[in-house]
């Protein structure tokens, strides 16, 4: 959940990312065409905290291909060898986390309150907190591969990688200070500004 959270990615570029996508000395993550909702490549920039969470994942798959690969033999077999994680099982784990949260809010009112959520409702509170932060709207959107409109769409076509990457790592920080529970102050060098273009 928090590479979800904190990469912006949808739930199926993370549920069918193959290890071979992954960069650990750039620091990135590509995901293909065929994964992305866009229908075109898409080069995901990974904060240091996201870097550690991914080479978690990595010890865990057992020599997969897949970052996410299937628990169950049977499904393996019926796929003819190895295949990803299914997305939908990770709707089902979240929503049964959902209800226990829920239950223990009933069973003590000082325990804290969660709504039920879905993991594509992360991108939603990461596009959110992105702005609460200052990042730039375009610096934002492109942080979450959404497809920008009209003539920018049209004219601009800079990647925004340096301003994505300083925006997930701002946003990494957050997380992790949430996380630990303790007040977020933001760096200095952690500003985001849109980069400067001569006219």
């Not at 990803?84 to 223990?104: D, I, P, V």
């Not at 200070?177 to 303790?182: I, K, L, T, V, Y």
Request: net charge positive; charged share 25%; hydrophobic share 40%.
């Amino acid at each position: 959940m928090k590479i979800l959270l904190a990469t912006c990615t949808r739930i199926g570029e993370l549920t069918r990312a193959e290890g071979a996508h992954v960069n650990f000395d750039r620091a990135e993550r590509f995901i293909p065409d065929a994964n992305s909702k866009t229908g075109r490549g898409f080069t995901v920039p990974r904060s240091s905290a996201a870097v550690g969470w991914f080479k978690e994942l990595h010890a865990f798959s057992c020599g997969s291909p897949f970052v996410l690969p299937a628990r169950q033999m049977r499904r393996r077999r019926n796929h003819g060898g190895e295949i990803h994680f299914e997305q939908r099982t990770l709707n089902s784990m979240l929503h049964k986390l959902c209800g226990k949260l829920e239950q223990a809010h009933e069973e003590d009112k000082t325990a804290t309150k969660v709504r039920r959520f879905t993991p594509h409702d992360l991108r939603s509170t990461a596009r959110s907190h992105l702005a609460a932060l200052g990042v730039h709207v375009i610096v934002a959107e492109r942080c979450l591969n959404h497809t920008l409109g009209g003539l920018i769409a049209l004219y601009d076509q800079h990647d925004y990688m340096t301003e994505r990457w300083a925006a997930l790592e701002l946003w990494a920080d957050f997380i992790r200070a949430c996380e630990a529970g303790r007040e977020w102050m933001p760096k200095a060098e952690n500003v985001v500004p849109l980069r400067s273009t001569a006219a």
